[in-house]
């Protein structure tokens, strides 16, 4: 029975004054699917010609044989081992990974407080558009001007140096604040600091005032309400915020060479100098490792939060 | 019982609260009539502890309130909006109050479950405990709302308006289980509304709120059938309200002359405003009023039908617009002609005068 009617519902259709026995809703649907194409073809073009394929190139190259001066096409594994062998390489590499775990940490333990201000105290919308914006005001100067500036504070003969003497905290200046690791940790922490809190406020502010009242009035107290509720909602917000942050500083290599006096090398300086000597297999190693690590540490942080679902 | 006494609040130039002063018995439903802007919500804030108030005490079984952070007041609040926890599910937004108090949580997680399942039996939403209240409907998140509440056995749970976001027939079944949880649970509710049908139908006890202060406090039915003031009879939108003088122990106004009931306390040529109930008219073509009655003539405007009545508007020479209600279930009401004059006739004994705050 059920088929002897589909089969008069079938004959029916061009009747009905349908074209090519195409439904409307077909019609639609291939309509869209179109326009769609349409949309997403000029950025696939794009990251093809000018991502996908470069990056295949580089993983390629970094398989080339390299002489002093040249590097030729012929496949050898000879830059990997000695990448892979070398104390040097790989203790960059560890430095690369802590210090990026170290600014991480710092930016959100400095940024979330500020998110918090901006985000939940602050509920005029022109108000905080404006702090944001004050937050910002470090990129209208360029990076050069930031991290020299850097220098009059940290130097020895520095602002910092001269007020902890005046002080009498100290009897003679500290030569540690410049040209060292924690000058590069202060410089990437204020640099990157912006790119949690932009984030961070932004899921913040999205929270209605009254779930926070709701919550007071269930008896919890300020603690309960920050671990139980405000911070599951804008675990998103961090999450972004992470991602930012980590590609940034993962791939530093200019306030590393500026501030630490090239005592510190990151994998991103160890890429710079040897394509300055022209090592372009040996450089291609490092970025292929580099990009490795930057995308097992977002493919990471996606798993704590399933972002889609979230925002 | 919860008093307040001369609450004031304000904000800026505005004064929300106006030494507002009230005592909400214990196990009872109290509706609070009151326009939007007259200060309701403020009153519950306060009440609540998201707001203190600029004078005045609120005090809650002997305890005074003011000055108590929200969370150790342990009264409950259901949100307009219903403020659920977005992230969490529909048995973890009702275990929120048990699991994280400051003052005595349940740590016992098998007394936490029973807990939360009674209350959940109780609203009517088994079988949602796992979903997330954003995948339920806006009926199911009121429940949630106010299961999450009475989990924690407030003696008093204040309602913002909880049935405005839902749509009608789902009102009306929410009104009656309002009611039947309460009872069973003996606690107070105080619902707070701007639907006059709403504060009448729920409340056993109904206050009206005006210009920051309770213009009058009593039981639904009473209230409805004689407001003390013509701010309490404009409120319960039921009342035709003329202004006018006192003229021979009568009125004289814009609708013309008909006597007042009983002896009014005012000299003569004194301001007073009267009330005259919608459903107490009577309308008869010009010159036809009914005898021994008032009758005020007025053009016909248009007319509302609302399923059991029809609703008639009716314009004075001066332009006062009154309204009359003809219930279906009677004699079926003649049609109007647009812009003619009728004649609108009541008795005279149902007229309610106001002599103290006409000006």
């Keep these: 029975m059920m088929e002897i009617a589909g089969e008069q519902m079938r004959s029916a259709a061009p009747a009905m004054g349908e074209d090519n026995g195409v439904s409307p809703a077909e019609r639609r649907e291939r309509q869209e699917r179109r326009t769609a194409l349409m949309l997403i073809s000029p950025g696939v073009l794009w990251m093809t010609l000018f991502m996908v394929l470069p990056m295949i190139m580089v993983v390629y190259v970094s398989f080339w044989t390299q002489t002093t001066f040249t590097v030729e096409p012929e496949l050898t594994t000879d830059s990997w081992v000695r990448f ?113 809190v932009g984030p961070i406020t932004f899921m913040l502010s999205r929270i209605e005032p009254s779930i926070i009242e709701a919550a007071r009035d269930l008896g919890a107290g300020f603690g309960r309400i920050f671990f139980k509720v405000i911070l599951p909602l804008s675990l998103p917000g961090v999450i972004v915020g992470a991602i930012f942050v980590s590609v940034m500083v993962l791939g530093e290599f200019a306030t590393a060479a500026s501030l630490s006096g090239r005592k510190v090398n990151l994998l991103g300086n160890i890429i710079v100098s040897q394509v300055g000597s022209l090592k372009w297999a040996f450089a291609s190693v490092a970025g292929v490792i580099l990009t490795a690590i930057i995308a097992v540490v977002i493919t990471a942080l996606l798993r704590v939060v399933n972002l889609r679902k979230e925002m | 019982m919860l008093s307040l006494s001369s609450v004031t609040k304000r904000y800026g130039d505005v004064t929300a609260l106006d030494r507002l002063s009230v005592t909400v018995p214990d196990d009872a439903y109290v509706s609070l009539l009151g326009a939007s802007g007259s200060g309701k919500t403020t009153l519950l804030r306060v009440i609540a502890g998201f707001e203190e108030p600029d004078g005045g005490t609120v005090t809650h079984d002997g305890r005074r309130l003011d000055g108590v952070a929200p969370h150790r007041r342990g009264i409950g609040f259901v949100f307009q909006n219903f403020a659920l926890f977005p992230h969490l599910s529909v048995a973890d937004n009702v275990a929120f109050g048990l699991r994280y108090r400051e003052d005595n949580p349940v740590r016992d997680a098998a007394e936490l479950k029973k807990r939360v399942a009674d209350v959940i039996h109780l609203v009517g939403l088994e079988g949602l405990e796992t979903r997330k209240v954003t995948a339920i409907s806006g009926g199911q998140r009121q429940r949630v709302a106010l299961a999450r509440t009475l989990v924690t056995e407030p003696r008093l749970v204040l309602l913002d308006e909880p049935l405005g976001a839902l749509d009608a027939n789902l009102r009306e079944r929410m009104c009656d289980e309002l009611r039947a949880i309460r009872e069973r649970l003996k606690v107070t509710f105080l619902h707070v509304t701007g639907s006059e049908t709403e504060a009448l139908l729920m409340g056993d006890t109904v206050a009206v709120l005006s210009a920051g202060s309770i213009a009058q406090i009593g039981p639904a039915s009473s209230l409805f059938s004689a407001p003390r003031s013509a701010d309490v009879a404009r409120h319960l939108n039921a009342y035709n309200v003329l202004s006018g003088r006192v003229r021979k122990g009568g009125f004289e106004g814009a609708g013309g002359r008909f006597p007042l009931p009983g002896e009014l306390p005012v000299r003569d040529g004194a301001p007073v405003e009267i009330a005259l109930r919608f459903d107490r008219i009577s309308v008869a073509p010009a010159g036809k009023g009914a005898a021994g009655g008032a009758s005020i003539p007025a053009r016909f405007i248009a007319s509302e039908f609302t399923g059991a009545s029809v609703l008639s508007f009716f314009r004075l020479d001066d332009g006062t617009l009154l309204q009359v209600v003809a219930h279906l279930s009677g004699p079926a009401p003649r049609s109007f002609t647009k812009d003619e004059l009728y004649d609108l006739s009541f008795n005279p004994q149902d007229v309610i005068p106001f002599t103290e705050r006409a000006a």
């Design chain 1, 84 to 196: 892979l062998t070398s104390s040097t390489y790989l203790a960059s590499t560890w430095t690369t990974v802590r210090i990026w775990g170290i600014v991480l940490l710092s930016t959100l333990l400095i940024g979330y407080p500020v998110a918090l201000f901006i985000g939940l105290m602050v509920r005029n919308q022109t108000l905080q558009t404006a702090l944001l914006v004050i937050c910002v005001i470090p990129f209208w100067t360029s990076f050069l001007i930031r991290v020299i500036a850097w220098r009059p504070m940290l130097g020895t003969e520095g602002a910092i140096n001269m007020i902890l003497m005046k002080l009498g905290i100290i009897d003679t200046p500290l030569t540690s604040l410049l040209f060292s690791e924690f000058a590069v940790l202060i410089g990437m922490t204020q640099i990157y600091c912006v790119f949690m």
